[in-house]
């Protein structure tokens, strides 16, 4: 079980008329063939740029990657040559996002957009990309795949279209699935089934995911490992259950407490967290989450906590699990 991809300490930021503003600030993760891996957090919090910048999707003029590597099978992507990227993205590596019309051309017939991944990637002809096209319909759950091909994509729901995008995503076989918001555009029940459709390809395929959501009933879903994310840092990661059950970040008990209880029989109250998330061009040295933290101590606005081990696949970034922190300070919910 070797990983696949490692991202380790990745700093990104834009550059603006006032000067360079962080977006992702030393963030690491790791991810093994055939798993999901999560990344959750609030909305300019980093998420989909980290994602971006596995795919080096972000413009070249204005983002500055002033440290950290990108390994894929070892190798680190952020030295890849443009040709490299080219070969590595959409065949080894694909991503899907929130709105498949982004990612479909509105004037090429389905099957032509399905086979024009293929054509780039693979040494198939004309006419066996047109049955790999037709194959991939079939996989997605579109009825009539045959005479689909022929289809623009106005003329599929928005539930066809997400999985048009998932057949043309996976139509390489990638080892690799970026899903940024696959679903959120999606209403419920088609929801579910696009994540039951991702589920069993990844069965199927042995695909790694690394899914992006702010949707933690996704993230129960699907994950096997989750990366909390705020303001640019991962804050916490841990497998599914710690995340869930063991939570030792206070912005994920934040987070945990804000979402709709998935077992509907224990009826909570929701508690939003209050407070908004830093402006990234004036972050201090402290905890970025000290601003809204019920538990800040003088040092979380002095200085930011570096990830503290709490088991082999748990870390969190914060100074009540801290030796040094007395344990006084340490609130109930956050112990043991
Ligand atoms: Fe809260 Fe301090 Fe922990 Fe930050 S380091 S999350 S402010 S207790
Ligand atoms: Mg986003």
């Known amino acids: 079980d070797q990983n696949i991809l490692e ?18 600030r030393g963030v690491s993760f ?12 609030e909305s300019g919090s980093g998420k989909s740029v980290t994602a971006k910048s596995i795919m080096q999707l972000l413009p070249k003029q204005n983002t500055v990657i002033p440290d950290g590597a990108i ?16 070969a590595v993205r959409g065949s080894d590596i694909s991503m899907v996002f929130q709105d498949p019309m982004t990612s479909l051309n509105p ?13 780039r990637h693979t040494a198939l002809t004309k006419k066996q990309a047109r049955q790999r096209a037709k194959e991939m319909l079939e996989l997605v759950g579109i009825p009539n795949p045959e005479s689909r091909l022929d289809a623009y994509p106005h003329q599929f729901s928005g539930g066809m279209r997400q999985r048009v995008v998932i057949a043309i995503a996976l ?8 899903a940024d918001e696959p679903t959120t555009a999606l209403d419920v029940t088609i929801q579910a089934q ?3 459709l991702m589920r069993n390809l990844q069965e199927k395929m042995d695909t790694g995911i690394i899914l992006i959501t702010h949707d933690l009933g996704v993230v129960a879903n699907m994950a096997d490992r ?16 710690e995340i869930f059950y063991r939570p030792q970040h206070p912005y994920t008990l934040g987070l945990l407490r804000s979402m709709p209880n998935l077992d509907a029989s224990r009826a909570e109250p929701l508690i939003p ?4 998330p830093p402006d990234p061009s004036a972050l201090g040295t402290g905890c970025p989450f000290a601003a809204r933290c019920p538990y800040t101590m003088k040092v979380c606005h002095d200085y930011n906590p570096g990830a503290i081990a709490m088991s082999e696949t748990q870390a969190v970034r914060c100074w009540l699990h801290d030796e040094r922190t007395p344990a006084g300070h340490v609130p109930a919910e956050i112990k043991e």
């Not at 004037?107 to 054509?119: A, D, F, H, R, Y």
């Open 107 to 119: 004037t090429m017939k389905i099957g032509k957009q399905i086979m024009e991944g293929l054509s």
């Open 273 to 276: 967290i209050p407070g908004s």
């Open 226 to 241: 989750v990366a909390v994310m705020y303001a640019g840092e991962v804050v916490e990661q841990g497998t599914l259950d």
């Open 7 to 24: 991202v380790d300490n990745l700093h990104v930021s834009f550059k603006t008329r006032n000067g360079a503003v962080p977006a992702v």
């Open 171 to 178: 139509a390489c076989n990638p080892k690799i699935l970026i």
């Open 194 to 196: 696009i994540l039951r």
């Open 30 to 41: 790791t991810l093994k063939k055939g798993e999901t891996l999560a990344i959750v957090g």
């Open 71 to 86: 390994r894929y099978e070892g190798k680190d992507m952020l030295k890849f040559s443009k040709k490299e990227i080219q």
